[in-house]
Every structure is written in structure tokens, then in C-alpha cells.
């Protein structure tokens, strides 16, 4: 019910780009992106709610330089990621549920998650 499968990850040079793609099975309202990078706890990167248009929510962090998007034909959530930093490197991970708000940002805001995928960033 909850499989999320993300794509798109690899290794990349400061102030380059990648794109994370994640399909889900089914049609959620909710879906995010989060990362763990090591040592580190789990954070919200951004998210997109569906409704009137759909919602956006970004961390202070990558506001600017990643763009969240979503294909709700084929429920799929893109992460552009342009201009990246050493400090992006880490591994992603898709995340899904039937709701967000405010919160979103919180590992325990979302019930389905992807197994991650990988981002590495050299200087």
C-alpha cells in the first residue's frame, strides 16, 4: 500500500544539479522529501499538498536552490536540485501520507517512506 520508490540520486560537484524522482503506488494527498545525513537526525526538505493548486513547503536550508513539484497522473514527486553544497550530501528518502500541514517538516508527520537514495556532494 505504501511503496514509495525513489530515483535520480548520485554524485555531483558543488553548485551542480540533480533531480530525485519518487513513484508512489497509490494517490497520496501528501508527499515529502526528507534526509539523514550521518550522524544526524532526519530532516524535512520540502513537501507538496495536494489541493486548490497544491501547496509547497521548503526548510530554510534549501529554499531558493530546490523546487519541489508533483505529477498527479502518475503520482510522482520530483526534487530539483540546483546549486547544491557539500552539506547536501546525504541520503534521501520520499516519504507519504494522508495528510500535512505545518508540521510537515517532522519525521513523525508521515506513515510511508522509501528505502533512500543517495546524494553526494564534493567540494
Known amino acids: 500500500q505504501g511503496q514509495l520508490v525513489e530515483s535520480g540520486g548520485g554524485s555531483v560537484q558543488a553548485g551542480g544539479s540533480l533531480r530525485l524522482s519518487c513513484v508512489a503506488v497509490?494517490?497520496?494527498?501528501?508527499m515529502a522529501w526528507f534526509r539523514q545525513a550521518p550522524g544526524n537526525e532526519r530532516e524535512g526538505v520540502a513537501a507538496h499538498k495536494r489541493g486548490g493548486g497544491g501547496t509547497t513547503y521548503y526548510a530554510s536550508s534549501v529554499k531558493g536552490r530546490f523546487t519541489v513539484s508533483r505529477n498527479d497522473a502518475k503520482d510522482t514527486i520530483h526534487l530539483q536540485m540546483d546549486d547544491l553544497k557539500p552539506e547536501d550530501t546525504a541520503t534521501y528518502y520520499c516519504?507519504?501520507?494522508?495528510?500535512?500541514?505545518?508540521?510537515?517538516?517532522?519525521?513523525?508527520?508521515?506513515?510511508?517512506w522509501g528505502q533512500g537514495i543517495e546524494v553526494t556532494v564534493s567540494s
Open positions: 516519504a507519504a501520507d494522508r495528510w500535512c500541514d505545518g508540521n510537515w517538516y517532522l519525521q513523525r508527520s508521515f506513515a510511508y
Open positions: 497509490n494517490i497520496w494527498h501528501c
